[in-house]
C-alpha cells in the first residue's frame, strides 16, 4: 500500500513496486492520468483509492478497507502529504490541524492497524516519508510542514517488539526533489537551493523512490527503527 500515489514521489514508488512483480494498493487524492495509464497497463495488479485525508470520513473509510484486507498488506509506504506556505508570523489554529490531518494522523492510523497484523503473519516492511526540511527547523513558510513531518519521526517503541517478527519500520528524510512543486516554485528558486546541496543539484522523483521501495522490500533484512536522509549530502 502506497499513500500520496499521485505525487512524482509517489507515482515513481508505484511504478517500482509494479515493475518488481508486486501487487499495489496506490491511495491518491486527485487521480492523475499518469495513474490512470498504469492502471491500463497493470489492470489487476493495480488497485487505485481515492481518500482526501483531510476527511475525517474519508481517513476511516480507508481505515475500514485496510481491516478487512490487512492479512495481505506486506508494506506500507506513506507519502501523503500537504504544504501550505504561510509565514510563520500567520500561522493559526486552522493551519496546524490541517497540517497534521494530512500528515501526521492517517499514518499513525494505518501503522497502527498493520503493525500488529504484520507481526502475525511475521513479516512487513512500513517506510514513512519525511523531510529534510525539519533538520533545519523548518524554513519561514513551512513551518508546518517540517513540524508535522518531524512528528512522523516518533517511531512508536512498540515497533522494537514488531522487528522480532521480522517487521521493520523506517523514516526517509527526503531533501530537494525535481518534482511538479519545485518547478513552480520556479527556476532561480530551485538553482538557489541547489547551491547548498552538496551534489550541486536535487534529487530525480525516481531516486527517492528506488531508496524507499529498496527499505520497503525483501532486500532490506536488517535496517529498522532509523531515520535516513537521502538529501544529497544537505
Request: hydrophobic share 35%; glycine share 8%; with cysteine.
Amino acid at each position: 500500500m502506497i499513500t500520496g500515489a499521485s505525487s512524482d514521489i509517489g507515482l515513481e514508488c508505484v511504478k517500482t513496486s509494479l515493475l518488481e512483480g508486486q501487487d499495489v494498493c496506490a491511495v491518491f487524492r486527485k487521480k492523475t492520468d499518469a495513474l490512470s495509464k498504469l492502471k491500463e497497463t497493470f489492470k489487476e495488479r493495480l488497485e487505485l483509492l481515492k481518500a482526501d485525508f483531510i476527511e475525517k470520513d474519508q481517513i476511516e473509510n480507508l481505515l475500514d478497507k485496510i481491516s478487512s484486507r490487512e492479512k495481505t498488506i506486506d508494506s506500507y509506504i506513506g507519502l501523503a502529504a500537504m504544504r501550505d506556505d504561510i509565514n510563520y508570523e500567520d500561522i493559526c489554529y486552522d493551519d496546524l490541524m490541517k497540517h497534521f490531518k494530512v500528515n501526521v494522523i492517517p499514518n499513525t492510523l494505518i501503522v497502527k492497524a498493520l503493525g500488529p497484523a504484520m507481526s502475525q503473519k511475521k513479516w512487513g516492511r512500513i517506510v514513512i516519508g519525511g523531510s529534510i526540511g525539519v533538520k533545519f527547523g523548518g524554513g519561514a513558510s513551512s513551518y508546518s510542514y517540517s513540524l508535522t513531518k518531524y512528528t512522523n519521526e516518533l517511531i512508536p517503541s512498540i515497533a522494537k517488539k514488531w522487528a522480532k517478527y521480522n517487521v521493520l519500520y523506517n523514516i526517509v528524510r527526503i531533501g530537494v526533489t525535481d518534482t511538479r512543486r519545485i518547478r513552480n516554485d520556479g527556476k532561480i528558486k530551485l538553482e538557489k537551493r541547489a547551491k547548498i546541496i552538496p551534489m550541486g543539484r536535487p534529487a530525480s522523483p525516481t531516486e527517492i523512490a528506488n531508496f524507499i521501495c529498496w527499505l520497503a522490500s525483501y532486500q532490506n533484512t536488517y535496517i529498522t527503527g532509523e531515520t535516513l536522509s537521502i538529501a544529497g549530502g544537505e
